[in-house]
């Protein structure tokens, strides 16, 4: 199958980053949000890193502008009707998915794919919900999707192979890193990096270092790009807990469970990066570590 028109259902911290993306590799995009604040705030963040991009000479205007021109904001589902693929990046949360993918099947053309970019939910209890099993799968990117190399193409118990050769093109089309894997929960990456981010929230809690030392610890000693706190807080603690708590359901794991202080940030809406604070503080130049149970 082809691919021209690419729908993004969400133009959030991952939304935005998956039309850009699909917009650099040339698919016409149309990208929805469920308020004008937060579509102008989605394609503001596109602009943004556009104009880096250009500032730093890696792309010319006329490029920067062509990407732009290849991305339609709405806030009209109707707009994905003519859609080869449509990929969600709402909320991570089943009910809210469900009922976005009942309204997008009885809209979108018969013979589009559905992709669904959940960390944790089952895809096919979303498959389900469509009258297109065979052509629903998981696409899971990573954050910043304009920078990780990683797509995680998910095949569900229904998800024909037509519409893994469809995901898995698409990935590389978009110049992805592509790696299949099954329907369980967390697929690959998330099954190891969430305990592991959980762990340096427990270690915090149990003293074993200050919110900084834990980073530096982990960047310095383990050559991560990024300390798991801060790691955290760009995932998005919200998330984070979303997924530690349909991991722990699935797993019955006591390391998949959400500590008590990220569940005390995510109370106080702290979100991390996208919030303005959750380990660190965001508001000033370079972010400042806060005591998290302040
Ligand atoms: N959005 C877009 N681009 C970004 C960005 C952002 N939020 N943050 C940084 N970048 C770009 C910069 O513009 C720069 O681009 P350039 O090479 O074209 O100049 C490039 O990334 C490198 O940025 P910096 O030099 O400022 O910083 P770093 O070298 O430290 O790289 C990083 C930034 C790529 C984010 C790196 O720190 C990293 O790889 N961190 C780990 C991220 C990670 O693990 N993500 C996965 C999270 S898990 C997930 O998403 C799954 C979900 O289900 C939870």
Not at 27 to 51: F, N, R, T
Not at 209 to 218: F, L, N, T
Request: with cysteine; aromatic share 6%.
């Amino acid at each position: 199958m082809e691919l021209e028109k690419v729908g993004v259902a969400g133009c959030g911290l991952m939304g935005h980053g998956i039309a850009q993306a699909s917009a650099e590799a040339g698919y016409e995009v149309v990208v929805s949000e469920v308020s004008q604040e937060a579509l102008d705030k989605g394609i503001g963040k596109i602009e943004k890193q556009l104009a880096k991009g250009v500032e730093k000479g890696k792309v010319d205007q006329a490029d920067a502008d062509a990407v732009l021109g290849r991305i339609q904001g709405t806030l009209d589902t109707g707009d994905f009707a003519d859609c080869d693929l449509v990929i969600e990046a709402v909320t991570e949360d089943l009910p809210t998915k469900l009922e976005l993918w009942k309204e997008l099947d009885g809209i979108v053309k018969e013979d589009a794919c559905f992709a669904t970019n959940t960390s944790s939910l089952p895809v096919a209890e979303q498959a389900a919900a469509t009258g297109r099993p065979g052509r629903f799968l998981g696409l899971h990117f990573f954050n910043p999707v304009q920078r990780m190399p990683l797509l995680e193409v998910i095949e569900a118990d229904d998800t024909e192979t037509g519409t893994m050769e469809v995901g898995v093109g698409f990935g590389e089309s978009l110049g992805k890193t592509v790696v299949e894997t099954k329907d369980k929960p967390g697929f690959i990456v998330n099954r190891l990096l969430v305990p592991y981010l959980l762990d340096g929230i427990r270690g915090y809690e149990e003293g074993i270092g200050s919110v900084e030392e834990i980073d530096i610890a982990m960047k310095a000693g383990a050559g991560h790009p990024m300390g798991p706190l801060t790691l955290c807080d760009v995932v998005g603690l919200d998330t984070l807990a979303s997924i530690a708590g349909v991991m722990y359901e699935a797993f019955g794991e006591s390391r998949f469970e959400a500590p008590a202080t990220l569940q005390k940030l995510v109370a106080d809406g702290h979100y991390g990066v996208k919030s303005g604070r959750g380990f660190y503080d965001y508001s000033g130049d370079a972010p400042v570590a806060v005591d998290p149970g302040s």
